[in-house]
T-cell receptor, first 112, second 116 residues
Framework: KQEVTQIPAALSVPEGENLVLNCSFTDSAIYNLQWFRQDPGKGLTSLLLIQSSQREQTSGRLNASLDKSSGRSTLYIAASQPGDSATYLCAVKNNAGNMLTFGGGTRLMVKP | KAGVTQTPRYLIKTRGQQVTLSCSPISGHRSVSWYQQTPGQGLQFLFEYFSETQRNKGNFPGRFSGRQFSNSRSEMNVSTLELGDSALYLC???????????????FGQGTRLTVV
């Protein structure tokens, strides 16, 4: 059974810092990995999708990497801003169905 | 382009009642998945529908059921509500079903269900 862990559970940084969020998974036989952002009481916003054959994806100030063999992914946020404050979730897809297994999330606060 | 639409946004129900939640996927998307989010358990997969057929099911009791219509809209039903069913129910829409890029999941704003 796939298990996804995100460390740290919470993170507080001053504005302008570069930061890294971590995601690890136990079963490396994944199809893809997706990073999401969730604001309080809201739905999930898709940030990046990495296919199992890819090593990284970039979108603006965000860069996600994937090391499937070691069961790890990182989300790098450059020059953080207060608007980046949210919970960040990673999720993996293990089979041809669209079921996602989620980590517990990292709650990020960026202080002005 | 309209996103994933979930209705209603908020619901308050009494124990023992039943409830139906609705999800309209992004136009052209044929896969709809449902998730339950609670503070204690996080996000847990309920089921996935693709082309009107249930393709995957999570580890939830039979009180939780769903269906998908020919226009890809989906409904989930919870019967005999329990206090523990209070949660944010999220629906995800994907273009396809399989291993390609067309399986990227896009989520709605969710339905907040409170059981009293």
């Amino acid at each position: 059974k796939q298990e996804v862990t995100q460390i740290p559970a919470a993170l507080s940084v001053p504005e302008g810092e570069n930061l890294v969020l971590n995601c690890s998974f136990t079963d490396s036989a994944i199809y893809n990995l997706q990073w999401f952002r969730q604001d309080p009481g809201k739905g999930l916003t898709s940030l990046l999708l990495i296919q199992s054959s890819q090593r990284e994806q970039t979108s603006g100030r965000l860069n996600a990497s994937l090391d499937k063999s070691s069961g790890r992914s990182t989300l790098y946020i450059a020059a953080s801003q207060p608007g980046d404050s949210a919970t960040y979730l990673c999720a993996v897809k293990n089979n041809a169905g669209n079921m996602l297994t989620f980590g517990g999330g990292t709650r990020l606060m960026v202080k002005p | 382009k309209a996103g994933v639409t979930q209705t209603p946004r908020y619901l308050i129900k009494t124990r023992g009642q039943q409830v139906t939640l609705s999800c309209s996927p992004i136009s052209g998307h044929r896969s709809v998945s449902w998730y339950q989010q609670t503070p204690g358990q996080g996000l847990q997969f309920l089921f996935e529908y693709f082309s009107e057929t249930q393709r995957n099911k999570g580890n939830f009791p039979g009180r939780f059921s769903g269906r998908q219509f020919s226009n890809s809209r989906s409904e989930m039903n919870v019967s005999t509500l329990e206090l523990g069913d209070s949660a944010l129910y999220l629906c995800a829409s994907s273009l396809g079903h399989g291993s390609g890029m067309n399986t990227e999941a896009f989520f709605g704003q969710g339905t907040r269900l409170t059981v009293v």
